[in-house]
């Protein structure tokens, strides 16, 4: 089928889901805002490797993708919170779907079914195992 097909630019839903929820830390920042509201400051310690830059361009991303709200507060310093919106909660069920797989995908690596694509110089997860669970 052509892209056309579908009446809209992607080639099929899947690309279409991809979009928004695709590269490296979209799919992490929904995973850390399904417990709840998080500030700027707090998505940027449970994603320490991400830059500033990219975190707000992919935060930006999200909100235009109607995933996510920012809300702004007009305070001395500036306060910004970001939430997941009713649409973006319907990730729920495909972010815990990744979580356990990532899980099972963790497991080949540490016994040698699986090849670990990480660069050897980052050792442990990429966020703490307390933090996992919801």
């Given at each position: 089928?052509?892209?056309?097909?579908?009446?809209?630019?992607?080639?099929?839903?899947?690309?279409?889901?991809l979009d928004v929820?695709?590269?490296?830390?979209?799919?992490v920042i929904l995973?850390?805002?399904?417990?709840?509201?998080?500030?700027?400051?707090?998505?940027?310690?449970?994603?320490?490797?991400?830059?500033?830059?990219?975190?707000?361009?992919?935060?930006?991303?999200?909100?235009?993708?109607?995933?996510?709200?920012?809300?702004?507060?007009?305070?001395?310093?500036?306060?910004?919170?970001?939430?997941?919106?009713?649409?973006?909660?319907?990730?729920?069920?495909?972010?815990?779907?990744?979580?356990?797989?990532?899980?099972?995908?963790?497991?080949?690596?540490?016994?040698?079914?699986?090849?670990?694509?990480?660069?050897?110089?980052?050792?442990?997860?990429?966020?703490?195992?307390?933090?996992?669970?919801?």
């Amino acid at each position: 089928m052509k892209a056309n097909d579908y009446g809209c630019p992607y080639g099929c839903p899947v690309e279409a889901a991809l979009d928004v929820v695709g590269g490296r830390w979209k799919a992490v920042i929904l995973f850390h805002l399904l417990d709840g509201t998080k500030r700027f400051g707090d998505l940027r310690r449970f994603l320490s490797k991400v830059t500033q830059r990219m975190l707000t361009l992919q935060l930006r991303q999200l909100e235009e993708d109607g995933v996510i709200s920012r809300k702004v507060y007009a305070e001395v310093p500036p306060r910004v919170e970001y939430s997941l919106t009713e649409f973006g909660r319907t990730l729920e069920p495909i972010l815990q779907a990744m979580l356990e797989w990532g899980e099972v995908y963790e497991k080949r690596i540490e016994t040698g079914v699986s090849r670990n694509r990480r660069s050897p110089q980052v050792k442990g997860p990429l966020y703490p195992a307390s933090d996992r669970r919801l």
